[in-house]
T-cell receptor, first 117, second 116 residues
């Protein structure tokens, strides 16, 4: 059963703590993305990776870090430097990066809701 | 600057009624436009994609239109059902092939509530 999964669904963090959100896909997609979604706002790109061992900052990368050691996995770490981390986080993947000729569409995971206590 | 504006911001309709959601964009050069449906607390799911040469495309009770001259798209929902309650997001891809200069611009979405 192919798809993209995110865990956990809900995550609570104390101020000053780092937390890592998991994103896994078995679609054999090269590109993966992390977005943040706040109420009344559109999706904002945090980081994206077009290939293993390579990633680029998106529009709001400050306070976040990622790694892409495996094609299937693109974990996002929310660090204590992120001033307002409470949000809904969405991971997505696509066959090629949106800049490539092979790009078709992004498939999204179910999301992780992070709340800072 | 590429922008995608959606209207209305929110909409409440009675079950069984029709509705139309709007997406206006100032993206250039246009590549394609995609409508997503996002249920509350879930990830977006693609409904349809519109390319430059397409005016109308249907997916069940969902019909998308595109006017590339006026840079407008609409999503029409026929005979609404309670399960249509969701946010609908318009995403426009812009850029030139081969140059790796494509971009995606997301609208903020329209929140649709269908009530009995």
């Amino acid at each position: 059963d192919g798809g993209i999964t995110q865990s956990p669904k809900y995550l609570f963090r104390k101020e000053g703590q780092n937390v890592t959100l998991s994103c896994e896909q078995n679609l054999n997609h090269d590109a993966m993305y992390w977005y943040r979604q706040d109420p009344g706002q559109g999706l904002r790109l945090i980081y994206y990776s077009q290939i293993v061992n390579d990633f680029q900052k998106g529009d709001i990368a400050e306070g976040y870090s990622v790694s892409r050691e495996k094609k299937e996995s693109f974990p996002l770490t929310v660090t204590s430097a992120q001033k307002n981390p409470t949000a809904f986080y969405l991971c997505a993947s696509s066959i090629g990066g949106w800049g490539s000729s092979t790009y078709n569409e992004q498939f999204f995971g179910p999301g992780t809701r992070l709340t800072v206590l | 600057k590429n922008q995608v504006e959606q209207s209305p911001q929110s909409l409440i309709i009675l079950e069984g009624k029709n509705c139309t959601l709007q997406c206006n964009y100032t993206v250039s050069p246009f590549s394609n436009l995609r409508w997503y449906k996002q249920d509350t607390g879930r990830g977006p799911v693609s409904l349809t994609i519109m390319t430059f040469s397409e005016n109308t495309k249907s997916n069940g009770r969902y019909t998308a239109t595109l006017d590339a001259d006026t840079k407008q798209s609409s999503l029409h929902i026929t005979a609404s059902q309670l399960s249509d309650s969701a946010s609908y997001i318009c995403v426009v891809r812009s850029g030139y092939s081969g140059a790796g200069s494509y971009q995606l611009t997301f609208g903020k979405g329209t929140k649709l509530s269908v009530i009995p």
